[in-house]
């Protein structure tokens, strides 16, 4: 079985000086174990410095939780792909339930931060989910198959292997509520085999497909056995490193017991 992945997203959270107890916390607590599962912090811009310093001594990866669709000029405020590259960024999150809802950013954008991205050599991460109402109505499937379609299937075969997916079921992210194993199991496998359609089994199979949406130590383990969960986007969890590395253990476990 495949390494799981776990990525935390620190969203806008935590001034320098926690930033950096946090970083330490983690970094120390999984230094001395030979990790199979791929781990990446993603903290705020003004952090990334710090976390990709210390990963480069470490065995996490950085990531960021955004980026500009341009790639350079005058847009105030705009981080772009490239400059994450130049600091040794590794993943970057897109497409976010949050840049969707608050930022208003189409599928059109996401799918240009995603070529910006894998330009500049970066893995992004790219959400899709659905929102409360149209899981109700029986809309899920559709939802995420549109999301995933407009953001990512106009990249040739070569570049899509270079892409995470993370589902994120909007009504249960930062609520407690969290999709059950089954349900998260559901459309991780109909995310799978959309992919297996456009791109073929081998591409399918060896791609990586997160769940998040409120997952935590009590839960993890329940997840990360299903066939096709790979691992985790980890939102309020990640803020806290006991409940971030009880989590990287469950992956850890689920993946020696498959």
Not at 12 to 30: G, S, Y
Not at 75 to 104: P, Q
Not at 127 to 135: H, S, T
Request: glycine share 8%.
């Amino acid at each position: 079985m495949k390494s799981k992945l776990v990525i935390g997203n620190w969203k806008m959270n935590k001034d320098f000086e926690a930033a950096e107890e946090l970083t330490t916390a983690i970094q120390e607590a999984i230094e001395n174990i030979n990790l199979k599962t791929e781990v990446v912090l993603c903290p705020p811009f003004p952090y990334l410095e710090l976390v990709t310093d210390m990963a480069d001594e470490s065995n996490f990866n950085a990531g960021a939780q955004n980026c500009s669709q341009f790639n350079d000029g005058a847009y105030t405020g705009e981080v772009s792909a490239a400059m994450l590259a130049g600091m040794g960024v590794t993943f970057c999150i897109v497409g976010h339930s949050e840049r969707r809802k608050y930022f208003h950013e189409t599928s059109e954008v996401i799918a240009e931060k995603v070529d910006r991205l894998i330009e500049q050599e970066i893995i992004p991460v790219v959400c899709c989910g659905e929102v409360l109402e149209e899981r109700q109505a029986g809309r899920h499937f559709e939802v995420v198959e549109a999301q995933i379609k407009e953001a990512l299937f106009h990249l040739s075969k070569e570049k899509f292997e270079h892409v995470v997916i993370a589902y994120e079921p909007v009504w249960a992210i930062g609520t407690g509520e969290t999709a059950t194993p089954a349900q998260a199991e559901e459309m991780h496998k109909f995310i799978r085999t959309l992919v297996e359609k456009k791109y073929g089994t081998e591409t399918a199979y060896n791609s990586y497909i997160l769940y998040g949406g409120s997952c935590n130590p009590s839960n993890a383990m329940d997840l990360f056995t299903q066939e096709d969960v790979d691992g985790g986007l980890i939102g309020g969890a990640s803020l806290k490193s006991g409940d971030f590395v009880a989590i990287i253990e469950a992956a850890e476990t689920a993946v020696n017991e498959n």
